[in-house]
């Protein structure tokens, strides 16, 4: 089975800082690129950060120079670093995997900001 598992969200401050976790497995995790996405209440999905296979990345305006994407291939793990966090990052983190015509999500995990 596919599996692509997300931890690490919960309920932080504004200028807090939170690491999101996604843990895969079932299929080659080191050829696949690797991204999160983020979904607000009533909003549509969108991409936050994108780390290839090469490890090249790629982010967000909205959340270039705080938030920082990083895999562990060894540990079959996508990681998620966000700092200065804002109420706007307020959303459901999900953890994608793509290669060719495969794309494989995850459940999401919460992230709220708020004070």
């Known amino acids: 089975q596919v599996q692509l598992v997300e931890s690490g969200g919960g309920l932080v401050q504004p200028g807090g800082s939170l690491r999101l976790s996604c843990a895969a497995s079932g299929f080659t995790f080191s050829i696949y690129d690797m991204g999160w996405y983020r979904q607000a209440p009533g909003d549509q999905r969108e991409l936050v950060a994108v780390i290839t296979s090469g490890g090249g990345t790629n982010y967000a305006d909205s959340v270039k120079g705080r938030f920082t994407i990083s895999r562990d291939n060894a540990k079959n793990t996508v990681y998620l670093q966000m700092g200065s966090l804002k109420p706007e990052d307020t959303a459901d983190y999900y953890c994608?995997?793509?290669?060719?015509?495969?794309?494989?999500w995850g459940q999401g995990t919460q992230v709220t900001v708020s004070s």
């Open positions: 994608n995997a793509g290669y060719r015509f495969h794309s494989y």
